[in-house]
């Protein structure tokens, strides 16, 4: 077990989510025009529900999600067990994959349910989720199924268990005896319990405006959920209040999810459904590696520079490297070595090689790269493919592996090197 994934349980002192700093954004839908194509849809083998990426939800009546922008109008709508009287659940997954040290997902959620005397419905759940398999359904209760991990909610109050949150097995810590739908006296609660009757989500959810104090009813909720696979911690947001905050083993990293389910056998009324609109996915701007060995100008009259970006984490296997002050419009490579070293003006080059012994080469397919106007190329590595020699070698924690890009230059020998950049992998 690495010691970066300490897991023990951080409890927040602070009831609010800060302000994030620069970051990169992953996915960003406003559900505007027909994304579905960018999901892939999970059931649970008795399909009996819908999914619309084109709904008009202020045509319908509802007001504009709390982040979209005037003039919006379209999201996500989910409804379970239209028909069949039997339990349902379907979960939309983004096939854009997560792979980030730490990153926060947020979107804007309405939960409809029926308010006429007499015509009570079926308590359903909305679904939000995080490092998720992209196969496996989500569903709270009967059956309970999932991966990675997820928080579940209703929003008529009909549960004794409105606010749950999962963690898959996989994920849990040694010496945690609970997995899968944690209890709500799980010190993950903070000791708000997953009942609408409780005094903090009676505080953040007041009737009016909700149809029913203490759970979003009628009304738009932004659900947040910031992973830290550094720390091994996960927290859950409601309009910006820290709800529940967990620990977890392994790596939360994978596919982000939507989803909605019934546990219960009662049908559907047509007021009962969930919508989705403003996905963002998002992590910090984050630079890795340690520049070492001095460059040599090239013919920009600048010295090339290496960086990269993403994690040094090597099982989330997320780095990016870039080299910039480059010569514009010229061809470049990014090599790598375990080991430094140092020749100057090594033959056909002006620059000096700052690597030694087995040297790697990325020059596969798309990965000879032009400088272009701007003198910047970039790539995105494979970890577990990294070249040496006429093989390759997986990066693992506690590995060291150095980089550097060689270029054509138009000047001298005809290429040069940047500088180098060590990273140190966890």
Known sequence: MKSRFQKSLLLASAGTLAAST????????????????????????????????????????????????????????????????????????????VNELVYTMTVDVYSSFPTATGSPGTTEHAHVG???????????????????????FTGDGGNVSDFRWFRDAANTPAGDPFNTTLPNDHPSYLGNGSNNTGAFFQSIFPSPPSSIAGVPGNIWTTVTIVVDNGTGTISFYFDGNLTFQGAFDGVLTGAV???????????????????????????????????????????????????????????????????????????????????????????????????????????GPGQILSSGATGEISLTINLPTIPLGGGTAAAMAGDQFNFQAWHRDNVGAGSNFTDGLQIDFQ
């Not at 892939?40 to 999600?65: N, R, S």
């Not at 398999?133 to 928080?151: L, Q, R, W």
């Open 22 to 97: 620069a970051s990169a954004q992953i996915i960003v839908d406003n559900f505007e025009s027909d994304s579905s194509a960018n999901f892939t849809l999970v059931d649970d083998t008795t399909p009996d529900g819908t999914q619309d990426f084109q709904f008009d939800y202020i045509a319908a009546g509802i007001p504009l999600a709390p982040r979209s922008a005037a003039g919006d109008t379209k999201g996500i709508k989910m409804t379970s067990n239209d028909n069949g009287s039997t339990p349902d659940a379907t979960t939309l997954f983004h096939v854009t994959p």
């Open 257 to 363: 999810s939507l989803g909605h389910g019934d546990s219960y056998g009662s049908v559907s009324l047509p007021e009962n459904f969930v919508v989705y609109d403003n996905l963002e996915v998002s992590a910090p701007s984050t630079s890795i590696g340690t520049n070492y060995c001095a460059g040599v100008a090239n013919s920009s009259g600048m010295i090339g520079t290496m960086g990269a970006s993403g994690s040094d984490v090597a099982s989330i296997n997320n780095v990016t490297l870039s080299a910039s002050q480059l010569p514009v419009n010229q061809f470049g490579i990014f090599v790598v070595s375990r080991n430094q070293g140092f020749v100057s003006m090594p033959p056909g080059s002006n620059g000096n090689l700052c690597l030694g012994g087995v040297i790697g080469r990325y020059q």
């Open 130 to 152: 995080v490092g998720g398999d992209g196969a496996t359904f989500n569903k709270v209760f009967t059956p309970i199924s999932g991966s990675g991990a997820f928080i579940a």
